[in-house]
């Protein structure tokens, strides 16, 4: 049992890098200093009041 979960999270490992290999190669690598960043710092929430009363959230 505990074989078949350290195949599984090869696999997974496996699958995550070929994602990031494609991704590099169909859209501009990403550099390390941007991925940083984009794990650093949260999505900024920006709250919206619109004509209407209710507020309405927007993520960057």
């Known amino acids: 049992m505990i074989l078949f979960f350290i195949i599984l999270i090869l696999l997974l490992l ?15 690598p990403v550099t390390p ?4 960043s984009l794990i650093i710092s949260p999505p900024r929430l920006l709250l ?9 959230f927007i993520y960057f």
Do not use: C, D, G, W
């Open 14 to 28: 496996l699958l995550l890098l070929l994602l990031l290999f494609l991704h590099s190669h169909i859209f501009p």
């Open 48 to 56: 919206i009041h619109t004509k209407n009363t209710y507020p309405s």
């Open 33 to 36: 200093s941007s991925f940083k």
